[in-house]
């Protein structure tokens, strides 16, 4: 018969193979100031003491919520964790210069920096069931450790509860933290016009929305088109009424890097140019409209393929959109 654990034999379990893992010796923790990497922090605290963990968080700078910053600094000093931040801007421009690249930015602007830093010593993510990593990767691998790895946001959040711990929502979902550039669906080609306007719109959207305390569960700006056009594909669930709408529309237009704002209220068909290697892979192609797009729009989405002449092009760009009436 399965025993099915309550939260404190689960934090128990957990801890204890913290220490097992560790054998008991300094450890760092990759921490974004979110809900996964603050349970983790804490976990860690609780199996190893403060004195034995480290927390590094990686700065992207304006590619970064300013909730998530905010959050740092605050959740860092009530757990008295010892913090240290460094810059990744530069490495994650690199990284996304030919096209939206998740995974690879994960590995290498990412955990890559924290890895570099830590050295020696094992770091802890807080990869889970509700992202890519947790989903595919190992628990344990090169130098990596994800005590959350089997589990779920609810029981995750279940543990932040149990240990009051106090997170601000960083990004556009109350499921994932996010990232500003997972919005740039193209090349980050040039960082001062596509980066420019993934930061500055998906920041713009969500201060109007706090300012307003509309309650969502999802809201961001995809940044589509030519390279030579940004077109920015607002995503906010539940749809708000006609006066907010209106406001976030006006204050998108004054972002000078925005040339077209379409607020999405009906299913659109996306058109897509992709690499070979990705437009000859059908579940590339499957796991990237259900797994990655779907998720993060607010409408139903078709997409229409087609093979990309461009060599510079890694993954994919999403060149044009069409309402579907």
């Known amino acids: 018969m399965i025993k099915f654990l309550n939260i404190e034999e689960k934090i128990i379990r957990i801890l204890k193979e913290i220490r097992e893992i560790s054998h008991g010796e300094k450890i760092v923790v990759a921490f974004s100031g979110g809900l996964d990497s603050t349970v983790v922090s804490k976990l860690a605290i609780s199996a190893l003491g403060n004195e034995k963990v480290e927390a590094i968080s990686v700065n992207f700078e304006d590619y970064s919520y300013l909730r998530g910053l905010k ?6 000093s009530d757990l008295g964790l010892n913090i240290k931040t460094i810059p990744g801007k530069k490495i994650q421009e690199k990284v996304l210069k030919k096209g939206p690249a ?16 830590a050295g020696d010593r094992l770091v802890l993510t807080g ?16 130098g990596f450790y994800a005590p959350l790895l089997e589990m779920t946001k609810e029981e995750i959040n279940e543990i932040a509860h149990y240990f009051d711990l106090k997170i601000l929502k960083i990004g556009e979902s109350k499921y994932r933290e996010g990232c500003k550039l997972k919005h740039l669906l193209k090349p980050l080609a040039a960082p001062h016009y596509h980066g420019k306007a993934a930061a500055e719109a998906n920041e713009v959207l969500l201060n109007i929305l706090e300012k307003g305390k509309y309650e969502c569960v999802l809201a961001n700006v995809k940044i589509v088109g030519p390279l030579n056009k940004n077109i920015g594909l607002v995503n906010v669930f539940p749809i708000p009424d006609k006066k907010l709408k209106t406001k976030i529309i006006e204050e998108l237009k004054k972002i000078d890097s925005l040339e077209e704002i379409e607020f999405l209220e009906k299913p659109i068909r996306l058109i897509i140019k992709a690499n070979k290697g990705q437009f000859d892979n059908q579940h590339s192609r499957y796991w990237l409209e259900k797994g990655r797009l779907q998720p993060d729009f607010s409408v139903p989405i078709k997409i229409e393929w087609l093979l990309t002449t461009n060599k510079n092009l890694a993954t994919f760009q999403v060149i044009d959109y069409k309402i579907i009436e």
Request: glycine residues 8%; aromatic residues 6%; positive net charge.
């Open 102 to 117: 998740c995974n690879q930015c994960t590995r290498i602007a990412k955990l890559g920096l924290v890895k570099k830093e």
């Open 71 to 76: 959050n740092i600094q605050i959740i860092s």
């Open 127 to 142: 990869s889970n069931q509700s992202d890519t990593w947790g989903k595919m990767g190992l628990k344990i691998y090169d």
